[in-house]
């Protein structure tokens, strides 16, 4: 199991739309809204490394109003 925590911005006024797609991506595990440089962190589990960043490419990413992400692969000791 591989962890990616996700730092997400959106454009402007678009906040709550991408909140609620964000919501729909089944590999996010939790999401919280933020105050200051970044709008969100996403907790992503995924079967690798790889599948993490498919996930950040292909469904957060594309998502309308996402315009940046910063993500920070997550390992237990």
Do not use: Q, W, Y
């Not at 709550?16 to 933020?34: G, Q, S």
């Not at 950040?56 to 910063?70: H, L």
């Amino acid at each position: 199991m591989a962890i990616g925590f996700v730092l997400i911005n959106t454009t402007p006024m678009r906040e709550h739309d991408a909140h609620a797609e964000l919501l729909k991506i089944k590999e996010i595990v939790e999401l919280n809204a933020l105050f200051g440089e970044h709008d969100f962190i996403a907790k992503v589990e995924a079967n690798d490394f790889n599948a993490v960043g498919r996930v950040v490419v292909d469904k957060i990413r594309a998502i309308k109003g996402v315009i940046d992400t910063r993500t920070l692969i997550g390992v237990k000791f």
